[in-house]
């Protein structure tokens, strides 16, 4: 087994006890009239449900960018790398890990969230396609975070940044109306549609094409911390 | 096995447009069972070389290799013992769980891990703070745990920069068996520090840095030197055949001790000193006034 992968438990604790309790903060006051019962207590079954999952729904942006700004960034700038990256593993290795388990610690922060809310206010499962969205929103914000994590601890807001100059790029070059926002297209992060039907049926080829733009950024942002050493500043 | 061939890093900023030059065409060669130190004043690049030992920079030009192999590579298979200068360790940890954390990393596993975790921590005294978050540490502690990670790794290439730095003069003087203990004849060890007391007591050579170039290695430290010597002097009261005794010796202006500055061979300062106690002079301290590496740093960086 190597490394990396015996590493991983202790890497995963460090994300719970640092990112994750942040988290839970966050998704913990934004279901604080819920909690509360502000509603009196009058909102059961189906329409708890649909309210916790709108509730979450609205913060787990937030949330993703909490558990994944500075992966890389971070230890650099904090001087943790030096330590690590003088052991025998594969920086890359290292931080691939380091995503996966920011994913890890999410979906953990997100089952804490649901059992503090069964417990608070009763029995609620937000449903398998409510966790796959949240899933696919977070691999999708978090892989361009990563990807610009090796050059910036400010990696968040750059991220954010491309979303938001994406959105406008895709209005004043829609797609089918020329060469040029045929590229932006495929260059810019998918958006525009969901990744589950009205129904709750996944649309595979949407999905697809938002993984493998996912993982074609953390491949970038692996590549960055392969070939640029990581005393270099950028 | 840690070859530098004409290596330069320059460093660059577009916005001033600036370059400086940290490590200007180094060329030197460290063997296997060799303890390489490295002096220099502050801003000579001893912290950059070690950076492009450890692949943490890539050089503006020539190379660095060790085993053949460029640093990077050679870190990923085998890791190097390394302590840096600035101990950079998460504050929430505690300095058992840190030592865990990178003996995991270092590729020990079960009982064996443990057993090697427990050894640092006795070797390095930081029992009593095991517990201790890391923000708690002082700083020689600190250092102590630093050190401690460093001595976790099997790599036969071990460097450590300002290894005593923070620690107390008993902690330093147990630095010096350290280094003995961490001595294999398949290892390299480089140390930088600005304490050449140090670095002539457990280095074989000493490359002197100023301004990025490598201006002199020292070598043959603990050998015993035929040349002239620079000793000082401590007597009980002044007496009128101290001048006579010595070849080339002056009177220091102390307040509290009656002191003179002596040269020559070792042969002549012997003959001085033993005729100065024939002759009655009550002879408080005789030692020297500078090491020969101090000599050779100021010769090195120009300063007398």
């Not at chain 2, 330093?172 to 600005?194: G, L, N, W, Y």
Request: a positive charge; aromatic letters at 8%; hydrophobic letters at 50%.
């Amino acid at each position: 087994m190597s490394v990396v992968v015996r590493y991983l438990p202790r890497q995963l604790a460090d994300q719970l006890l640092t990112r994750g309790a942040a988290m839970l903060v966050v998704g913990i006051v934004i279901l604080l009239p819920f909690l509360l019962r502000v509603d009196g207590g009058a909102l059961q079954g189906e329409q708890l449900r649909v309210l916790f999952v709108a509730s979450i729904g609205n913060v787990t942006t937030f949330l993703t960018l909490i558990a994944t700004y500075g992966i890389v960034g971070q230890d650099i700038r904090q001087g943790y790398y030096r330590f690590v990256l003088s052991k025998p593993l594969s920086p890359a290795a290292y931080y691939g890990a380091a995503f996966g388990v920011t994913l890890a610690g999410y979906l953990i922060t997100l089952l804490v969230l649901t059992g503090v809310f069964a417990v608070v206010r009763g029995p609620v499962w937000p449903g398998l396609t409510a966790f796959a969205n949240w899933t696919i929103g977070f691999v999708l914000i978090g892989s361009l975070v990563f990807a610009f994590s090796r050059f910036t601890r400010l990696d968040w807001i750059f991220a954010l940044l491309v979303f938001l100059l994406g959105d406008v790029a895709r209005r004043r070059w829609p797609a089918g109306e020329s060469v040029w926002g045929a590229v932006l297209n495929v260059l810019l992060p998918p958006a525009g549609q969901s990744a589950f039907s009205a129904a709750g049926h996944p649309r595979w080829g949407h999905i697809l094409w938002l993984l493998g733009y996912a993982a074609v950024m953390v491949a970038l942002g692996l590549l960055a911390v392969r070939y640029v050493p990581p005393g270099e500043r950028r | 096995m840690i070859r530098y061939a004409d290596v330069s890093k320059t460093y660059r900023t577009l916005v001033p447009h600036r370059e400086v030059r940290a490590v200007d065409a180094f060329t030197l060669e460290v063997s296997a069972g060799e303890v390489l130190g490295i002096a220099g004043p502050n801003g000579a690049g001893k912290s950059t070389l070690l950076a492009l030992t450890l692949g943490f920079l890539r050089p503006t030009g020539g190379a660095v290799t060790i085993d053949g192999r460029p640093p990077a590579t050679f870190v990923r298979h085998h890791g190097i013992a390394y302590l840096s200068e600035l101990i950079s360790i998460p504050s929430w940890w505690t300095a058992r769980g840190a030592l865990g954390r990178y003996a995991t990393l270092s590729g020990l596993t079960g009982p064996a891990a443990v057993e090697r975790v427990e050894g640092v921590i006795d070797r390095l005294g930081i029992g009593d703070h095991r517990h201790k978050r890391v923000k708690q540490l002082s700083k020689g502690n600190l250092q102590r745990l630093g050190l401690a990670q460093a001595l976790l790794s099997d790599s036969p290439v071990a460097i450590l920069d300002e290894p005593t730095h923070g620690l107390d003069p008993l902690w330093t003087q147990r630095f010096r068996d350290i280094v003995t203990e961490m001595r294999r004849p398949d290892r390299a060890i480089v140390i930088a520090s600005h304490n050449l007391d140090e670095l002539e007591r457990v280095a074989d050579r000493v490359a002197i840095l100023d301004r990025g170039r490598l201006t002199r290695v020292a070598d043959g430290l603990a050998e015993e030197d035929g040349g002239a010597a620079h000793y000082r002097l401590v007597v009980a009261a002044d007496d009128a055949g101290i001048v006579a005794a010595f070849p080339r010796v002056a009177r220091v202006t102390t307040e509290r001790q009656v002191t003179y500055d002596a040269h020559g061979t070792l042969d002549e300062l012997n003959d001085g000193l033993a005729r100065i106690i024939a002759g009655g002079v009550r002879v408080r301290a005789f030692f020297p006034a500078r090491s020969r590496l101090e000599t050779a740093f100021r010769e090195a960086v120009g300063e007398e």
